[in-house]
Structure formats: C-alpha cells, structure tokens
C-alpha cells in the first residue's frame, strides 16, 4: 500500500504516509508530493529515499477531508497514486489526481 494512516486522537488530524509506488522509485531521483494541502507547491514537500530505495514522506493533515494530490518525479514526470483512497479526473487533461479521504 501506498499510503498508511495513524488517526492521532484528540487532535483532530491524521498522519499520513505517502510512499511512492515501486515501479516509479526504481529509477527515481527525486520525488515529491503535491496536493492541496500544499497549494501545489512542486518544491516544498519532497520525500526522503530509503536505504531500500523506497521514497516517503509523512504529513500530518486534518481529519473529516479528502486531499488530491500526485508525485513529482525527477520534476519531470507527474504521477498519480493507482491505489489511493479515489481518483479525480483534472479538467484540462486526461489525467487523474490521486485522492486520500480521512
């Protein structure tokens, strides 16, 4: 799974996990998530490479919503997450954004 979540109690948020997909983190760079819980900002989230090779990175994002978001690879290449929560087609492509619900 690509995204694992911890439900905080009392805070009224979530920590959630984004883990880039194998298949992109094999020959992967770099790599960053983009969404709206960062006004899809390409640069300010980039996620950490593993010894194994794998990518992740952890948010903390508020309970009760639903994020779009994709990953920025080698900041070429926009990826979405197959096995997120839901997908949203954007409106000028055909394309889809990833969806978390918490």
Known sequence: MSIAKKYLSGDGVC???FTLPDSLAETAKTAHVVGEFNNWDS??????????????L???LQKNNEY????LVDGTSWE?????DA????PFADE??????L
Not at 80 to 84: G, L, Q, R, S
């Open 15 to 17: 920590k959630v996990t």
């Open 43 to 56: 640069v300010s989230l980039p996620m950490k490479k593993a010894k194994n090779g794998k990518f992740a």
């Open 58 to 60: 952890s948010l903390e």
């Open 68 to 71: 779009q978001f994709r990953y």
């Open 96 to 101: 889809h954004n990833s969806v978390v619900k």
């Open 80 to 84: 979405t997450d197959w096995e997120a």
């Open 87 to 90: 997908l949203a087609p954007v």
